[in-house]
């Protein structure tokens, strides 16, 4: 029998015990299942390879100087996204050796744990490489994705439709060129004197945003949200991926607060496009810190990039105005000093890292 995952030229299983081991303990079906998710995230890794060489070849070619500059972030930010892709095959191929040696030993004999092995191996590789490209209405929702109480996915299409559009956008050399000129005029001292460093473009994906959100804490929070019609905000909203995410995944009543005008301008433009109008989502193109916090019941914060000086404002702020027992989801557990120990923590990947820390933290004041 020769069902040993195929890594390609990234990497290769040459070892003779693993594949006795698949064929002595039976793991036809979950090498199956573990190739396709392996697969899907090496293309992801490929993808970011040639995007990557493309952004680089245009960057030092003929182009007018605009267009090389803007050429040249679009490779910087390929550089990062290609290591972080290229950083979880390597963790997809040490989840699935892992699995396979503990099937293969102390789980061998015993049926239970070797599903239970196989299983927890199988959505960790789903977490790894986000959601099938490709889904039907009709098809399995994947674990994190569920409504509460066991609701159907909302408008999944619609999502799956703006998530494309998004990255297509965000590859392009005219959305680099305008994000640059809005990071500068937004750091300037006319602006409100914001350092440039606040405003790195970065993303997360569903899979990790949905790890989060499926923790019992967010969940029954989600739950008091839709019956009291409570806010989803997201503080540094982007493009409006987090602020989608919500709105669509749950039918969160959803405000996403960003300080750059043009990334407000894309993601009011995607709704449009993709018909999602209406009170129930909102981009605001406002400061963050002058927002009114009284009906928030989920605040999600993108404060990776933001100096120590806005962090202190904004926490500081979210202490004081914040409701009780509203929730705050952070991309650090720096907010500890304010709200105390988050009740949850884990990680996930991110495009700027493949084990980025979330920690969910409740307002008990």
Not at 14 to 26: E, H, N
């Amino acid at each position: 029998m020769h069902a040993c995952l195929r890594w390609g030229r990234m990497s290769t299983i040459k070892d003779s015990q693993l594949i006795q081991l698949i064929a002595m303990v039976g793991l036809s079906s979950f090498v199956e299942r573990a190739q396709e998710a392996v697969e899907r995230i090496q293309s992801v890794a490929l993808d970011k390879r040639r995007e990557h060489r493309e952004a680089l070849t245009l960057a030092r070619g003929e182009g007018g100087k605009s267009e090389r500059a803007a050429a040249a972030l679009v490779a910087k930010q390929k550089a990062k996204e290609l290591k972080v892709a290229l950083g979880l095959c390597l963790r997809a191929k040490e989840e699935v050796n892992e699995c396979i040696r503990k099937v293969g030993g102390e789980a061998a004999t015993d049926v239970e744990e070797r599903s239970r092995c196989q299983e927890d191996c199988l959505r960790r590789l789903d977490a790894l490489c986000g959601p099938p490209p490709e889904r039907t209405d009709n098809a399995e929702i994947p674990e994190g994705r569920a409504g509460v109480g066991g609701a159907e996915v909302r408008e999944s299409s619609i999502l799956d439709s703006i998530a494309e559009s998004l990255s297509a956008t965000q590859r392009s050399l005219s959305f680099q060129r305008n994000l640059l000129s809005s990071q500068e005029a937004a750091s300037s001292s006319a602006a409100g004197g914001y350092s440039l460093d606040n405003f790195a473009y970065g993303t997360t994906p569903l899979a990790s945003w949905s790890t989060v959100f499926a923790h019992r804490v967010v969940q029954d929070k989600v739950r008091d949200g839709l019956e009291r019609d409570e806010i989803y905000s997201v503080w540094g909203s982007s493009t409006g991926w987090l602020a989608f995410y919500g709105h669509l995944t749950y039918g969160l009543r959803t405000v996403g607060c960003e300080l750059l005008t043009y990334l407000v301008k894309v993601a009011r433009e995607v709704a449009c496009d993709h018909g999602v109008t209406g009170d129930g989502l909102r981009f605001e193109a406002r400061d963050m810190l002058e927002t009114d916090l009284g009906r928030t019941g989920i605040l999600f914060l993108t404060s990776q990039c933001w100096d120590g000086s806005l962090m202190r404002k904004a926490y500081a702020k979210i202490a004081r105005e914040l409701p009780r027992d509203a929730i705050v989801i952070d991309y650090s557990a720096d907010l500890s000093d304010y709200l105390g120990d988050p009740v949850h923590r884990c990680t996930a990947p991110v495009s700027w890292n493949d084990k980025q820390e979330f920690c969910v933290f409740v307002q008990r004041h």
